[in-house]
Every structure is written in structure tokens, then in C-alpha cells.
């Protein structure tokens, strides 16, 4: 074999290894490409998996999340279930932060972060939500009015004073609560900036959320909307 054939033959090998490297190469980067997509998506499967109440409780309070779940009939010893309709309710699952409630039984508003009520199905959510922003409005009017017993009993259970404020919204066939201490401020984050990421958890395909907001010393609620993810 002539060395000019010997040349020729060796620089065809050499190209061939570097074509081979090459398109190794970008399989690999592929492959990595797609397995960056798998993990994103199985984060957002994760996400989705949970639900908004457990999922923003465990990144406020992280291990420190404490879970109470009442069942229709179970819920005389909450005052604040009051606020809540009864019609097609199922049951309430409550959030707290197991560092400071020690208590044996928690029965008001501020003994949690996140109320949870579950209903039947999204209409009977609705109703409910609709009823808690018409008591809103009647704890927000200065007119006189004499209000039967459990109706007043629910207007006193919106008026937050200085020390709290809250958020409260509804999707699909549940009734969300965010109770906000004004005296914390979780994870360095202002309230609001937790709310907006409660929220942008929350499924909704309008793309948006009707909320009631009280802010910190505004002692009021309030009707909004907020974005929901799509």
C-alpha cells in the first residue's frame, strides 16, 4: 500500500472518530435536555399532586406543619367553622405550626394558618364563598341593623382588628382561609408575597381567583381577584 493511500485511509478514521464524538455528544446534551424536561414536569406533577393548603403550609412552616381535620359533624368545637355553610360541607382540614400551639384543642382563628373546606362539589363552594362575602359586607356597613344570632355571630368572626389580617378564596369544590399574623413574617416575605403564592398554586382555567383580602390594621374584608394558574 502506497503512503499516499495510508495517509488517506488514517484521515478518514480520524473524521469518522470525530463525527462519532460529535453525534455522541449531542445525544448526551439531548438526553439531558430531556431529562431536565422529566424533572420539571415531575415537579409540577408534584405540585399538582398536592393540594394548595397542604402544599403552602409545608413551604411556610416546612417541617413544622400540624394538621387537624374535621369531619361535618365534628365541628362545634371551632368557632370559626361558623363561618362556613353546611350545606354539602364534607369536612375542614386545618394548618398550624406545631412550635407555638401547644394546646390540646385549638378553636380559634389565629390558632391556625390555613382552613381548608372541602364541599360536595364547586357549587356548594360557591354558595358558600358568596354567603362569607355578604357578611363581609354587612361587617364592613356602619347602618344599624339587627341581624339574627348566627349571622352575627359570623360578621364577628370577620373582624380581624389590628393584629390579623387574612386572605379567603374558593376553587373548584373548596374554601380556602389564609390567616396572616401581623406580628410574623414567614420566610423574610411580606404577606402579600405569600398570598400572591398561595394563589398562583391554586388550578383555575378563567386564570383567576375571586378573594376576600384583609391586610394587616385595615381590619377589614375586602372582594378582589388574584391569579390562578391556568
Not at 374535621?70 to 398550624?96: C, D, M, P, R, T
Not at 389580617?165 to 406580628?183: H, W
Not at 383555575?204 to 385595615?218: I, M, T, W, Y
Amino acid at each position: 500500500m502506497s503512503k499516499q493511500n495510508e495517509m488517506m485511509i488514517k484521515t478518514n478514521l480520524t473524521v469518522l472518530a470525530v463525527l462519532a464524538l460529535f453525534t455522541l455528544s449531542c445525544v448526551n446534551r439531548q438526553n439531558g435536555a430531556d431529562s431536565n424536561i422529566d424533572k420539571k414536569e415531575e415537579m409540577v406533577n408534584d405540585i399538582s399532586s398536592l393540594n394548595a393548603g397542604k402544599y403552602i403550609s409545608q413551604i411556610i412552616l416546612k417541617k413544622n406543619v400540624g394538621t387537624k381535620s374535621f369531619s361535618s359533624s365534628e365541628l362545634n368545637g371551632i368557632n370559626y367553622s361558623k363561618l362556613f355553610s353546611k350545606e354539602g360541607l364534607l369536612n375542614i382540614v386545618a394548618y398550624y405550626d406545631i412550635r407555638t400551639q401547644q394546646l390540646a384543642q385549638q378553636t380559634k382563628f389565629e390558632d391556625f394558618l390555613i382552613f381548608e373546606v372541602t364541599y360536595d362539589n364547586s357549587e356548594n363552594a360557591k354558595k358558600a364563598f358568596e354567603q362569607i362575602k355578604s357578611d363581609a359586607e354587612l361587617s364592613n356597613s356602619k347602618e344599624q341593623i339587627e341581624l339574627e344570632e348566627e349571622l352575627s355571630d359570623r360578621i364577628e368572626l370577620l373582624k380581624l382588628g389590628e393584629r390579623y389580617g387574612g386572605l379567603i378564596t374558593f376553587n373548584g369544590n373548596q374554601i380556602y382561609s389564609l390567616v396572616e399574623n401581623c406580628d410574623i413574617s414567614p420566610l423574610s416575605k411580606s404577606w402579600l408575597e405569600l398570598e400572591y403564592m398561595f394563589t398562583d398554586v391554586l388550578k383555575n382555567e378563567n386564570g383567576f381567583v375571586e378573594v376576600l383580602k384583609a391586610g394587616c390594621k385595615e381590619g377589614r374584608y375586602y372582594g378582589g381577584r388574584r391569579k390562578a394558574s391556568s
